[in-house]
């Protein structure tokens, strides 16, 4: 599964959200952003699919439907990935995905 998605927190551009591209496997989730290549460099991250938990947002904005965090609760950090996909039923089919995947590891 994958699904392109705005990266709304990307630290290596906080100005404005950032279009990626989301990809679900089996055991990771990978989130690569073209944009965003410097010197070359391609900006992306990948998540163990056993170090993910995924949180739909509960506000009341208008666009809380299109958005969810990724929390990399694997991570001596734990980071959170603010995402956001242009429909409604492209973010629960994604979210789906991502839980499906780690339902078969456990």
Request: charged fraction near 20%; aromatic fraction near 10%.
């Amino acid at each position: 599964m994958f699904a392109h998605v705005n990266w709304l927190n990307c630290s290596e551009n906080r100005s404005r959200p950032v279009p990626c591209v989301a990809f679900v496997f089996s055991t990771l989730i990978l989130i690569f952003c073209p944009t965003l290549s410097k010197n070359k460099t391609k900006v992306y991250r990948i998540l163990p699919i056993a170090e993910v938990e995924v949180n739909e947002r509960d506000c009341e904005s208008a666009q809380s439907q299109y958005i969810f965090v990724l929390i990399h609760i694997g991570s001596s950090r734990e980071p959170l990935y603010h995402l956001c996909c242009c429909q409604a039923e492209v973010k629960n089919h994604f979210i789906k995905s991502i839980r499906k995947a780690a339902a078969t590891i456990a």
